[in-house]
């Protein structure tokens, strides 16, 4: 660019390439470029291969011990979840639990794939799902209950009392068959109150969530149109209303939407204390949801007292609309998964430590990890769950061996 | 600076300088000597160099080359299921298994045109008005504040969308719009609807105010780099202040001008985060400027996460990815034939 040698030519490094260009670029040319190409392909070949799982080494350390080293356990899955396992994982010293709270369907995806040692999701596993992640074991390790919230500026509760809505109501209003508040369905369940003409801006989470799979199968038992158009799942095809992202999105929709309605985590409706709805339950009350009605619902429920094994199908389990009066009808179970024998499903590098470890913490979990519950305004498992986690805990193995657990934490 | 190609001339000297004309009296570089074994050695180097950038330049192929063979592979369920249904259907129903993509190819084309239609005006009045009408004290200030909102991370674009915009549009905007050009018949349609706030329109409109930076600055370069010899011949033709932009300085930065434009519109076809908060995420086709919608983008956003593994919703999610991928091509490919015909049009720059 600038300045000169004595014998003119440019200073430096820039005289190469001028020398390199005549000797190296007609004969090599193509020879180099094939290189080049062999290696990309090869290169993609392998990345490819890698990608696809082709290439999985395995070794082997076994070992034992009463109550095992603390080695370091990853789990992921469920955002609803994630306060009380944070709760978890910070108070329990007998392993390092990661947990990362990336969302129910990637948490089954990340068990399946075997790249976290248990995976939570709010939904249970589909059969399919079961099928395509042999040797799994689910088991509830918390539930809670899904709060109808709603924004009805100008109207005037009494004490104590809230809009009342029932099963076959709220499928009219998320099929769109009830487009008005003061529809009559909607008006007979109110009649202290005097219900706006205006029409009814349904909300509903556009993410896959647990509280969307409880929600629209509490729909599907009140409605057969809501049961054969829509059917439940943590994701359905909406006939109506505006999807919002995430708890936090659903609720500063209806917040800021006059005339709207939608769910939520009861968990996150009183953290946040937002206002909720009255839903029927069997008994023909319409219950307020609590932590403790919800508890109650679980324990009273006809599928809490015969769950399937860890190793069943739990997609039909229903511990909605239990029988008693105090009853809250919309009640859910949230998952754990892992898999009965560690070493056949991770290969011998998982070592029967790790495989201690595992089980301890899932006990813990269940057992003194339930006290942590309440305050978190998660609902406490009920005493017969308890024992159906136990069974499914003890069918675990380790390469055929029962697998030694121990209260370490 | 940009795209700005080399021009021998500056409007604003002293902004972005060129090319000094002849040598430094110094030179900075170090004199070396050119001993064989400094020769052998610089060979060495530079077939190591040339080696490597070649492999780089490669690699972007093979990258390329993998995304599409993993995304296929991952959409295969759905591509053995549905095979070309899925680009012609409009039902979205993961309970039932049932997928098709029309109502999010038309979410994206449609946010995206909207954006476009408001955005590039927009972008076009501040480029102008920065070249070659602000005082020069202004114009360097306004520049770097432009720039500065061309690099706010989309998230936060999207919040202020959720929390300022959604409610101004539901209660200010969209009725008035509804009353005043939602009356002129043939139009109620385009307007009708319950004004919700989050919807196609506000979804465009947080798109365009996203867009609007980044189509600013790039125009500006260009418009910069227009040489001073063409506004100064219109002017001494005795051009206005507007003949001159219009005829000497926009004609010559068209193919910079388009190139700014395509920029724009990439990033609204691929912008997920703002559109996620804001179109209200409904898996159908929009009805009118007021329906809720859904793009590509924010639908693989919303849904990636509930799609178990393998499954054919999960494969119908990836799928959608692809289509976006192949949207995202296509727009490049008419946006390059369409700046290769400006360019032999205008025979400018």
Known sequence: MSGTTPNGAPPGASDLPQEMKGRQQSSSKMAYMAVIAVVVIVVIIVLAGWQLGWFKSNSSTPATASCPAPVSLTGAGSTFVFPLMYQWYTTYTGSTVNYESVGSGTGISDISAKTVDFGASDAPLTPAQKTNASGILQMPESAGAVAIIFNLPNVNFAAGKSLNVNGSVLAQIFLGTIMNWNNTPLQTLNPGLTLPIDPISVQHRSDGSGTTYAFTQFLSSASTQWATQVGYSTTVNWPVGTGDKGSSGIAGAVETTQYSIAYVDLNYALNNEIHFAAVENPTGAFILPSVNDTASAIADSKDSTNLPLGTGNWSGVDVENAPGAKDYPIATFTYLMFYQNPYAAYGSSYTLQKAENLVNFLNWTIHAGQSYSEGLYYVTLPSSVVAADVVTLDSMNYNGAAIPQAACG | ?349
């Open chain 2, 1 to 349: 600076m940009g795209i700005a190609p080399n021009v021998g001339m500056n409007p604003f000297p002293g902004e972005d300088a060129g090319v000094p004309a002849g040598p430094p009296p110094h030179s900075p570089v170090p004199q070396l000597e050119a001993t064989p074994r400094r020769e052998r050695i610089g060979r060495w180097f530079n077939s190591i160099f040339r080696l490597l950038v070649t492999v780089l330049g490669f690699g972007i192929l093979a990258l390329a080359a993998l995304f599409i063979i993993v995304l296929a592979q991952g959409a295969w369920p759905s591509l053995l299921k549905f095979g070309p249904n899925f680009l012609s259907t409009s039902t979205w129903d993961p309970v039932h298994s049932i997928f098709g993509v029309v109502p999010f190819v038309i979410g994206t084309l449609l946010t995206s045109a909207i954006a476009l239609l408001i955005a590039v005006p927009v972008s076009l009045g501040v480029a102008i008005f920065l070249t070659e009408q602000s005082p020069t004290w202004l114009s360097g200030p306004l520049g770097l504040v432009v720039q500065l909102l061309a690099a706010v991370p989309s998230v936060v674009y999207g919040f202020w969308g959720f929390i300022v915009l959604v409610p101004y549009m539901r209660l200010s905007v969209e009725p008035g719009l509804q009353g005043s050009v939602g009356k002129v018949p043939g139009l109620g349609g385009v307007f009708g609807g319950t004004p919700v706030g989050t919807d196609i329109l506000t979804s465009s409109v947080i798109l365009a105010i996203m867009i609007i930076p980044t189509i600013s600055s790039v125009c500006r370069d260009s418009l910069l780099a227009v040489p001073r010899h063409q506004r100064e011949a219109a002017l001494s033709l005795g051009a206005t202040k507007w003949e001159t932009t219009n005829f000497a300085v926009l004609r010559y930065a068209s193919s910079g001008i388009i190139g700014a434009i395509i920029l724009g519109l990439g990033r609204a076809l691929g912008e997920t985060m703002a559109v996620t908060m804001t179109i209200g995420n409904a898996d159908v086709i929009p009805k009118s400027l007021f329906s809720q919608g859904q793009t590509i983008a924010s639908l693989i956003a919303n849904e990636f996460t509930s799609a178990g593994p393998g499954s054919i919703y999960q494969g119908a999610i990836i799928e959608a990815a692809l289509v976006l991928f192949a949207i995202t091509i296509l727009v490049n490919v008419i946006a390059r034939l369409l700046v290769g015909r400006v360019l032999r049009v205008e025979g400018g720059s």
